[in-house]
């Protein structure tokens, strides 16, 4: 698995075996989602692959309304919006990711800390169909 | 922190805009024009051009707003500034705040005696799609942008990690978009113009012309929480708590101090300059603030030897309401989840005792994203030369800052100006 460079392509194609994974710094025992290449901490480069449990709590979100052309292409409107947030590990990484399962008419009912699980979705990009990540509430 | 000086000092001695607004029909070029033409004009001893040796331009993203790269050197030809160097600065919507530094360090060097700052943006010719779109190329296009988060999301995101953490409401905001606007309505180059008042009382004539049901709303607050007057764009920021789309350009001329007086009598001596970098949002230790902000903050009042409670006039980076919240306190201005309740209370009106964006703010007076940083320290040139008319701060107002962020703060380029 360590022959996989650690660059965004291979995230994503993780991502598509409905894998999250990031990377683990040998030297400094940091740990990074989205991977990098290069340990901004330590500055050493012998990361390894490490695979994520895919639970973790919200630390901030939105529910977006005016929507970028991508979401707009995946079904989503100014009358249909989505919730997008950040996500924190037990380990203390975060990473961006849209969060179903919520309440995006009343997005004052959605509580920043609760429990989160990851859930692979397909998003439609036109074409076809391309594998994003989000998370839902656990339970 | 190193205490970094500079190795000669730097002077404002001449500042134009153009108005901020939506331009059909006008080029960045044109714009740059009427900016640099009113810069001519303010110059007190008066200019002659051909000493002026390079021009350092911010630009965001002319590229993908009006389908033209390498914007600087077009902006010396159409001034008649060719040869001289012309760079253009890319740092998102800090661009010709960092373009700034880059002239001050130009002279600083010794390398040049005079150099013409300038900021230029165009936004307005796409639809708002593809204007979110591009801003967003800001953000990480690779980790935040694939999650649905798009410029105002981000903020909105941050918003919500501050109302959790020190009980700031949707109300807070809207207060603060309430406040630049009457600034704004103030200052003829102003975007809006307007305060949220006579906003509300326009689309009441309109209505009434129209034959429309009457708006019901009672006061400006009733306006912005009406879903239809003021929607949702990125919850908890509604439109009032944006700032516009909007195409401008500023020029400022930055001469090496001992030629200041050459030019007028009474310069702005640039005595603080800092910037600083940062990761994607979510890689961040905090939510509630920006770390490049206030590391450059930082930076810049030990360079200026000078403490926040000094400052008179500041022009901050309000993209979204939230951001002149958090903006307040990374420039410590405010603690740490005070910034929210000075905004509530009147405190950085332009009558209180810290006004903040007297100018209108880029709520108000626009923000054409490349322009902005310049166009900051147009108001702080003339709320320290006394000329700021109507929206004037009393009393002696002989220090200013201003605070210019990047994307989320990726970037942050903070100033202090000081009238002697």
Redesign the interface.
Known sequence: MNTVEFTGSEFYNFIAEHKLMGSHCQQCGDLYLPPRPRCPQCHQEEMKWVEFSGTGKLVAFTVVHVAPTAMLTAGYSFTKPYCTGIVEFENGARISAQILGVDVERPETIEIGIALQVKFIQRSNGEGETTALAFEPVG | MKQRKLGRGVAVVGAGMSNFGAFKGKSTRDLFVEAFREMLASVDKGLDQEAIEALYIGNYSSDLFEGQGHTAPIMADWIGLTPRPATRIEDACASSGVAIRQGIIAIASGLYDMVLVGGIEKMTDLP???V??TL?TAADT?????????F???Y??????YM?RYGATPETFMKVGLKNHENGALNEKAQFGKRIADIMAQKKDRAIKKGYPEPTWQNEMDFLHDRRAN???????RLYDCSPVSDGAATILLVSEELAHNFTDTPLYIIGSGQASD?????RPT?TGLPAARRAAQMAYQMAEVKPSDIKVAEVHDCFTIAEIMATEDLDFFAPGEGWKAAEDGTTARSGPRPINSSGGLKSKGHPVGASGVGQVIEIWKQLRGTAGERQIPGDINLGLTHNVGGTGQTCAVHIFERR
């Not at chain 2, 690779?142 to 798009?150: H, I, S």
């Not at chain 2, 929607?231 to 920021?237: D, E, S």
Request: avoid cysteine; hydrophobic fraction near 45%.
């Open positions: 708002t799609a593809e979110t779109d967003g690779l980790y935040e942008v694939p999650a649905g988060f798009t105002p999301g981000l909105a995101a941050m918003a919500t990690a959790e929607p949702t764009i990125a919850w908890p920021l990761g994607a949002t979510h890689d939510l």
